[in-house]
């Protein structure tokens, strides 16, 4: 018996292995995914400590903030931008008075143009790290990527303060934030 043993080439089939390759495979794939590194557009509710909304953002993407103003009551439009460096930049602004709180003067190289029932503040380039927006239903709060349909932020997790963001985070977490914000 030793003998036939030492003269068979393997116990097991070929598929067996094979199998055991393919597996091992694929749990590093699943693995090393998890592991690769997204940006990612966060939304948290801040007294909550909770995440309400992510999705992955990359270089050109465009969103639009847009508000009731609390005082004069008329609508902004703050248009953003991702750059190369996953910033979020502001490009320009919209709205309908120039009063309380809202813009007053240009930085350099911005342009103010009266459209009839609407001032527009362009070629701006601010960078911002956070927005954070306190979100109530009256003042109609949302966001819009590219030229998808408006998220209404008050939807998100009710009257509070929100606080918009671009992370670097692997995939695994971002799934998790994704989750999350899925069951409230």
Known sequence: M?????GRRSGRPAFMKS????????ILVVLGGGLWPLHVLKIEALREEKTVHVRVVRPGDRLTIGF????????????????????????????????????????PNETLANEGTQFRIGNRRIFLQTID????????????????????LYGLAGNTLLRVSVVRAAAARYLFWKAGSLFP
């Open 2 to 6: 030793p003998q036939e043993a030492a």
């Open 19 to 26: 199998r055991k390759i393919l597996i091992t495979g694929l």
């Open 68 to 107: 009731i103003h609390s005082v004069e009551k008329c609508p902004i439009r703050d248009y953003f931008m991702i750059d190369g460096t996953y910033r979020m930049v502001l490009r320009e602004t919209t709205f309908a008075s120039s009063n309380t709180g809202l813009p007053y003067s240009l930085g």
């Open 133 to 152: 927006l306190w979100v109530n239903e009256k003042y109609g709060n949302f966001i819009r990527f590219k030229d998808e349909e408006e998220l209404r």
